[in-house]
């Protein structure tokens, strides 16, 4: 574990939630460290309960999904011998945070893991709640393409 771990904000964990495969996941060094793990022994506790992770909960990123990710500049990857990145990243769906709850023990583990499933509950409320405001900006984006 990490020597200064704080807990997070709702806005901070906002920002580590990509969409990927049309899924919200985060990835798992950004739970790592929401978790106070360094990513070698958070995927270890993850290997070490895998029954637990069907790949509807976890799932491992393709070289494309690292460069379109690397490219987005959500974050930056180093490539080649002695970087810092060995293995792509895992995925995981909110389902999959939920399992890790299972996993990882402890007090800051417990809170995180609040945060998060309030993180994503707020999230789908404010997704249905704008409904209407998703479905008009895509009639928007429509009638423009038909301009063009």
Not at 71 to 82: E, S
Not at 110 to 135: A, C, D, G, W, Y
């Amino acid at each position: 574990m990490e020597n200064e771990i704080s807990i997070l904000e709702e806005n901070s964990i906002r920002l580590k939630i990509h969409v990927i495969r049309g899924q919200q996941v985060m990835l798992d060094f950004d739970l790592a460290q929401i978790y106070g793990y360094e990513t070698k022994n958070f995927n270890r506790q993850v290997k070490n309960n895998i029954e637990r992770f069907d790949s509807d909960f976890m799932f491992q990123l393709s070289d494309t999904e690292v460069e379109e990710l690397s490219r987005c500049k959500i974050f930056t990857l180093n490539k080649g011998r002695g970087s810092n990145i060995k293995y792509a990243p895992y995925a995981f769906t909110e389902q999959g945070i939920y399992m890790l709850m299972t996993v990882l023990k402890g007090d800051l583990a417990v809170t995180q893991s609040k945060m998060l499933i309030r993180t994503f509950k707020e999230m789908k409320h404010f997704i249905q709640n704008n409904s209407h405001i998703f479905s008009e900006l895509d009639n928007i984006k429509n009638h423009l393409l038909e301009s063009d």
